[in-house]
């Protein structure tokens, strides 16, 4: 495609509910990236993949935080038991190498109520 | 946690006045990135300038980098109401975990018209 794309672009989950959050990249780019961005603070890292590695997941807030990238293009971000502090943007990036530029995805808002 | 922070946290100025937006950062980085962000969408890339640069243009953007004071300026010239946005810069680092784009707050921009 012609960007990254993410879906859905809002999701409002109950609080303990599950939710999964898609990211589909640019096609042929090796590095993907997901960020947390809360309300007026910049991007938070969370997770980075290189093709189907994850190689580093530091910023995963909790255990209840699991990202996938099994065949090395789309990526899953999934988050069980959601709590209120979840609420927050979830972006996805991806870029050809992991020192170029990032191409950003409109990101997922999700409000955990 | 951000290693940016971006100084003025928030910028208004006339339409056709320059704006300048200042970024500091702590560790040594690989390279530095600026984005834009309108509200409620994702990031875009505006310039990337590497630790080996002091200077890079693009359109209306002007950014130098001074890596012994860890500093960076983002100037927009002939601001247009479009130019409306937060402002954020983002650092690369050097050696292990060069990937991982640390973002700071941001900087908001009104600029009226």
Same mark, same amino acid.
């Given at each position: 495609?012609?960007g990254?794309s993410?879906?859905?672009?809002y ?15 640019i096609?042929?780019?090796v590095?993907?990236f ?15 993949? *290189?093709? #189907? ?8 807030? =909790?255990?209840?935080f699991?990202? /996938?990238?099994?065949? &090395? ?7 069980q038991?959601? *709590?209120? #502090? ?8 991806? =870029?050809?190498?992991?020192?170029? /530029?990032?191409?950003? &995805? ?8 | ?51 080996n ?24 010239t ?36």
């Amino acid at each position: 495609g012609a960007g990254v794309s993410q879906s859905p672009r809002y999701k409002v989950a109950k609080r303990g509910q599950d939710v999964a959050l898609r990211c589909d990249p640019i096609s042929g780019h090796v590095s993907l990236f997901w960020y947390q961005q809360a309300l007026g603070q910049g991007p938070e890292f969370l997770t980075y993949f *290189q093709n #189907e590695a994850q190689l580093d997941k530091s910023g995963l807030p =909790s255990d209840r935080f699991f990202a /996938e990238r099994p065949e &090395g293009s789309v990526s899953t971000l999934k988050i069980q038991r959601t *709590q209120q #502090e979840d609420s927050a943007v979830y972006l996805c990036a991806s =870029s050809f190498d992991r020192v170029t /530029e990032a191409f950003f &995805g409109q990101g997922t808002r999700l409000t955990v109520v | 946690s951000q290693q940016g922070e971006e100084d003025p946290q928030a910028l208004s100025i006339q339409e056709g006045e320059n704006a300048t937006m200042n970024c500091s950062y702590k560790t040594s980085i690989n390279n530095l990135q600026w984005y834009r962000q309108n509200s409620g969408r994702g990031l875009v890339h505006l310039i990337l300038i590497r630790s080996n640069e002091r200077e890079k243009h693009s359109g209306r953007l002007r950014v130098t980098l001074d890596t012994s004071k860890k500093s960076s300026s983002l100037l927009i010239t002939a601001s247009r109401a479009a130019d409306t946005a937060s402002y954020f810069c983002a650092t690369v680092p050097s050696g292990a975990g060069s990937y991982q784009l640390t973002f700071g707050k941001g900087t908001k921009l009104s600029v009226i018209p």
